[in-house]
């Protein structure tokens, strides 16, 4: 058995410093890097391809909304297919661009915050940014939330994607994320993330705050690099997954 260890990272801009990305590039196996519109900058983004290159860490887009002051946390309404569509076309592109620079390669698409979470409910939606990364690259793999509207977009579109859980965050009934806004939605002992990891892996399914179970085929694990005590809750679940036998490496 094996598994790919993701996190959110490049998410400074200017002078406004987030994360402990060095540290995490040295644990996971993946980084879905800011692309400059909910986080991020190009000096950013350079940076982070350039320790990924380093540390041997496959190189992803994390396109969101336009949403510095939120961290893309707001929902967005009232935007076209196009606008939805170009918006996550130029972040791809300019990932791309500057990957090459620092003679990276783009291997994947995760969309973030908001954006994610809206995609997960809304089967529209989730199809239209499926288009998205189509037309921008077919051979980009998508990071999808296991068992949601993202999932069954790639799916039917016939995109390459690999099914995602969380290891620091709650699930509904539905599979969809517990809202941040809930006590409930963050898991905040490393430990507890260990375990809710593992549990995961090797049952094939997740179990909401409610108790219900869906099954699942997890293929990358996220961990939040803006998550307090992100460090050690990479660490933590790395430690869990090697002892249990269970491979961690790129997709």
Request: charge should be negative; include cysteine.
């Amino acid at each position: 058995m094996k598994i790919d260890l993701n996190s959110d990272l490049g998410e400074s801009f200017g002078a406004w410093r987030k994360g402990h990305d060095n540290e995490i590039l040295g644990i996971v196996t993946s980084a879905n890097i800011a692309c400059g519109f909910h986080a991020g900058d190009p000096l950013e983004m350079r940076r982070t391809c350039r320790t990924c290159v380093a540390n041997g860490v496959g190189i992803g887009a994390h396109p969101g909304f336009r949403d510095l002051a939120g961290f893309g946390r707001n929902e967005i309404f009232g935007l076209s297919e196009e606008e939805l569509k170009s918006m996550i076309n130029y972040q791809i592109g300019a990932l791309r661009a500057i990957a090459k620079v620092e003679h990276g390669e783009l291997r994947h698409v995760k969309m973030h915050g908001a954006l994610a979470n809206m995609a997960s409910r809304d089967q529209v939606l989730a199809d239209i940014l499926v288009a998205a990364v189509l037309e921008t690259d077919p051979e980009l793999t998508i990071m999808t939330i296991a068992a949601t509207c993202l999932q069954t977009a790639a799916e039917n579109h016939g995109a390459k994607f690999v099914s995602e859980v969380f290891a620091d965050r709650a699930y509904e009934d539905d599979g969809t994320l517990v809202p941040r806004s809930n006590p409930q939605a963050m898991i905040r002992d490393p430990q507890e993330c260990a375990d809710h990891v593992l549990k995961m892996v090797e049952t094939g399914a997740i179990t909401s705050v409610n108790g219900r179970r869906i099954s699942i085929t997890p293929e990358t694990v996220c961990v939040h690099g803006d998550t307090k005590g992100a460090v050690a809750i990479a660490a933590a679940v790395r430690e869990r997954l090697d002892g249990a036998g269970i491979l961690v490496e790129r997709f």
